[in-house]
Nanobody, 124 residues
Framework: QVQLVESGGGLVQAGGSLRLSCAAS????????LGWFRQAPGKEREFVAA???????RYADSVKGRFTISRHNANNTVFLQMNNLKPEDTAVYYC??????????????????WGQGTQVTVSS
C-alpha cells in the first residue's frame, strides 16, 4: 500500500522558516518526480515545486529564491525548505508523485499518489 506522509508544518511569523518532509512508503519512488502543492482556504490547489529523478527542478514563480526542494532517494523522502515565509504562503501543503521520468509538471492531474497534507500558517 502506497503512503505519503508529510510533516514539518506549523505556525511561524513572517520572515521565518520551516522545513517540510514527505516520507513515501509502499514502493520505491527513485524514478518518480516528487512534487509539492498547496491549497489555501477558498483557493484552488497550486503547484509549488517539483524535482525529477535526475535532479531537475522547477519552482512556481511565487516561491523562487525562497523555497528549496530536495530529495533523498535512499529514504524515499522529499523535502521543502521554506525561507522568508510570507502570510500568503499560508496553506495546506501536499506532496505527490508523478511516475513519468523527467517530467516536471505543474498540473496536479499528472501526479498519481498524494499525501494527506500538513498545515503551514504564517502570521504577519
Amino acid at each position: 500500500q502506497v503512503q505519503l506522509v508529510e510533516s514539518g508544518g506549523g505556525l511561524v511569523q513572517a520572515g521565518g522558516s520551516l522545513r517540510l518532509s514527505c516520507a513515501a512508503s509502499g514502493r520505491t519512488f527513485s524514478t518518480h518526480t516528487l512534487g509539492w502543492f498547496r491549497q489555501a482556504p477558498g483557493k484552488e490547489r497550486e503547484f509549488v515545486a517539483a524535482i525529477n529523478w535526475s535532479g531537475g527542478i522547477r519552482y512556481a514563480d511565487s516561491v523562487k529564491g525562497r523555497f528549496t526542494i530536495s530529495r533523498h532517494n535512499a529514504n524515499n523522502t522529499v523535502f521543502l525548505q521554506m525561507n522568508n515565509l510570507k502570510p500568503e504562503d499560508t496553506a495546506v501543503y501536499y506532496c505527490a508523485t508523478d511516475p513519468v521520468r523527467y517530467r516536471l509538471s505543474v498540473s496536479g492531474t499528472s501526479y498519481l499518489y498524494w499525501g494527506q497534507g500538513t498545515q503551514v500558517t504564517v502570521s504577519s
